[in-house]
């Protein structure tokens, strides 16, 4: 099995099991993903166009679709640290009136799931009438316990400020791609997981590389895979150009912060503790 050290800083174009199979176990920090949905052109729907992936069709039987997701998260377990997290996006689909939870196959992998997140898009979804728009999709969490906690490290208070509640817009201006991240969420991640340690940051289906360019910034070694050549080479450009996306890298990272922390508030004497209320207010 080759040296994590060949895969740094590449954008690999291959089958994602393929090439997660040829990695080393426990080598990675951190990974970020979002998979094709399995959306199925028939039932997009009226409010979006036809959502048409480069060399992927998109279009398998729910129960083939769910094991390979079972077999792509369970390579990525192997491969991240222990006490290493990967998040993962996803949404509810209906199909025929029946809805297909994530947790449907995510409950049957590895992973144990340390919280569920909610990216509020902010834009009508592709749902007709029969239900409330869905404007919302899901992050998940995961987690990959160190020994026997199944808790992990707690987040700094300046990024668990930010909420399990994410209102970030969906990317607008790359429209090689049906369905890109916009470069604060992998961001977001990237930041409140890893902080100011240097690591390691896969996206198994990286796309056009929006994590790949948020880890580069931020001065992180990166893995992409992905199975079309035509995003390869995008992802590969965008790397190029990485310093024109840092002003929206900067953005986000000014969210990143608190004036003084709960602790620092009790140790000066501004939380009383008989009332429970911030003597500063």
């Not at 174009?13 to 951190?30: E, H, Q, R």
């Not at 166009?49 to 729910?62: A, P, R, T």
Request: aromatic share 10%; with cysteine.
């Amino acid at each position: 099995m080759a040296d994590i050290k060949t895969f740094l800083n590449k954008v690999i174009c291959g089958d994602v099991l393929d090439v997660l199979k040829a990695m080393p176990s426990d080598s990675v920090d951190l990974g970020i993903t979002s998979p094709p949905y399995n959306k199925k052109g028939k039932n997009k729907g009226w409010l979006v166009d036809k959502v048409v992936y480069s060399d992927y069709g998109d279009n398998m039987d729910e129960s083939d679709y769910q094991r390979w997701q079972i077999d792509v998260l369970n390579e990525l377990y192997r491969i991240i640290k222990e006490g290493g997290s990967f998040f993962y996006n996803h949404k509810l689909r209906w199909e025929r009136g029946k809805m297909i939870h994530p947790l449907e196959w995510i409950s049957k992998t590895r992973w144990v799931v340390r919280q569920e997140i909610i990216w509020n898009r902010k834009i009508a979804g592709n749902i007709r009438g029969w239900r409330f728009w869905q404007v919302d999709e899901r992050i998940y969490w995961l987690y990959k316990p160190k020994g026997d906690n199944l808790i992990g490290e707690e987040l700094k208070p300046q990024h668990a400020k930010l909420s399990s509640v994410w209102e970030i817009r969906p990317e607008q201006g790359l429209k090689e791609h049906p369905a890109p991240f916009p470069i604060e969420l992998p961001t977001r991640i990237i930041l409140s997981i890893l902080d100011d340690k240097r690591g390691v940051v896969i996206d198994p289906f990286c796309g056009t590389g929006t994590t790949l360019v948020s880890a580069k910034l931020l001065g992180h070694d990166y893995i992409g895979i992905d199975i079309s050549k035509d995003y390869v080479e995008l992802a590969k450009a965008r790397l190029e150009r990485a310093q024109e996306e840092l002003s929206r890298v900067i953005r986000e990272k000014e969210l990143h912060s608190v004036s003084m922390t709960f602790e620092e508030r009790k140790r000066k004497g501004y939380w009383d503790k008989k009332t429970r209320q911030n003597k500063l207010l």
